[in-house]
C-alpha cells in the first residue's frame, strides 16, 4: 500500500481535534432541539448548562448563518438554512432500511423475533421479519396484513389514523390476518376506541396469544417528522417468555428503539415545526 494511503488510513483512525467554539454551538443547536419549542436565551443558555454571556455571541453567529431565527417574542428557533438541511437529510432516508440495524440489535438483545411493518393500501403490512435465535413456527411472513381490532401491530397504527380514515379500513378488517368476521357491535365500538386511547398513552400494545394462541407480541410506533405513523416495531416470542409489560426489559428495548429511529426521521414529540 502507498505511503501516502497509509499516513491518510493511520490519520482517520486518530481521535480528531475540533473546534471548540463550535462544539459549544452545537451544544446549544441540541439543547433547541431537545426542547423541541422556541426558548428564550436564558431558557436556552440554561439548557445547554452554560452562561447566558457565552451563549450570546454563539447565537448572534447562529441567526447570521441562518441556522437560526427568532420569534415575535425574540425566542430563538430553527432558522432557514436549519430547516432547509433537515428537508435535504429526510428526503434522503428510507424509514426501512434506517431501522433494519435497530431490528438486529432487538433481536440479538432479547432473543425474540421482531417484526417491522409500514403502512400500506390494504392496511399495515409487514415488510421485514427478523427471526430469533429460536425461531417461531407461525404464518406471519413479509407481505402478511394486519388486522386492525386483533393484533397489536394493527391497533397501534389505528391508534393514530384519524376517524374517517380508520372506518374506511375498519370497513374491510375482515380480509386481514385474524380479521372479524362482523361488525363489531356498539359496546365493541366503545371497547376499542378505550384500547386505542391507551395505546396513544402508553406508547405501545401487546397481544397475548393473539392472533396465534402460544404466541404474544408487543409493538411500538415509530413517527416522522409530521407525527405520523411511518412504521411500528414488534416483538414476538412464546407467551410463557415474553414479558409483555410496559416496564419490563423487552418493551423497554422496543421503545428505546421505536424512540431512536423517530427522532431519526425528525420527529421531536410536542414540538410545533415553524412555516416554510
Avoid at 451544544?27 to 448548562?49: F, I, K, N, Q, W
Avoid at 451563549?55 to 453567529?61: I, K
Avoid at 393500501?121 to 430469533?132: A, D, K, W, Y
Amino acid at each position: 500500500m502507498p505511503k501516502e494511503a497509509t499516513e491518510t488510513i493511520e490519520a482517520a483512525d486518530k481521535p480528531q481535534r475540533g473546534i471548540q467554539a463550535l462544539d459549544v454551538t452545537g451544544e446549544l443547536l441540541a439543547a433547541l432541539v431537545a426542547a423541541g419549542t422556541p426558548l428564550s436565551l436564558r431558557d436556552l443558555a440554561a439548557a445547554a448548562g452554560m452562561p447566558s454571556a457565552k451563549a450570546f455571541p454563539h447565537l448572534v453567529s447562529l441567526l447570521k448563518t441562518g441556522l437560526l431565527a427568532r420569534d415575535e417574542a425574540g425566542r430563538y428557533e430553527a432558522g432557514p438554512l436549519s430547516l432547509e438541511l433537515g428537508l435535504l437529510g429526510l428526503a434522503r432516508l428510507s424509514p426501512v432500511r434506517e431501522a433494519d440495524a435497530e431490528l438486529v440489535d432487538l433481536a440479538t438483545g432479547t432473543g425474540m423475533s421482531v417484526a417491522l411493518a409500514v403502512p400500506g393500501p390494504l392496511g399495515p403490512t409487514v415488510v421485514r421479519l427478523e427471526e430469533s435465535p429460536r425461531p417461531l413456527h407461525v404464518s406471519l411472513r413479509p407481505g402478511t396484513v394486519m388486522s386492525l381490532v386483533n393484533t397489536a401491530i394493527g391497533r397501534v397504527f389505528a391508534a393514530w389514523l384519524d376517524d374517517d380514515v380508520r372506518a374506511a379500513l375498519l370497513a374491510q378488517d375482515s380480509l386481514r390476518l385474524a380479521g372479524v368476521t362482523q361488525a363489531p357491535m356498539p359496546d365493541d365500538d366503545a371497547r376499542y376506541a378505550e384500547r386505542l386511547a391507551a395505546i396513544r398513552t402508553q406508547g405501545l400494545d401487546t397481544a397475548l396469544d393473539k392472533p396465534i394462541p402460544g404466541i404474544s407480541t408487543v409493538a411500538a410506533p415509530v413517527f416522522d417528522h409530521t407525527g405520523s405513523v411511518c412504521l411500528v416495531l414488534a416483538l414476538m416470542g412464546p407467551s410463557g417468555n415474553l414479558d409483555t409489560t410496559r416496564e419490563g426489559s423487552s418493551a423497554q428495548r422496543l421503545m428505546a428503539a421505536a424512540e431512536r429511529l423517530s427522532r431519526r426521521f425528525g420527529y421531536v414529540a410536542g414540538a410545533v415545526l415553524p412555516a416554510l
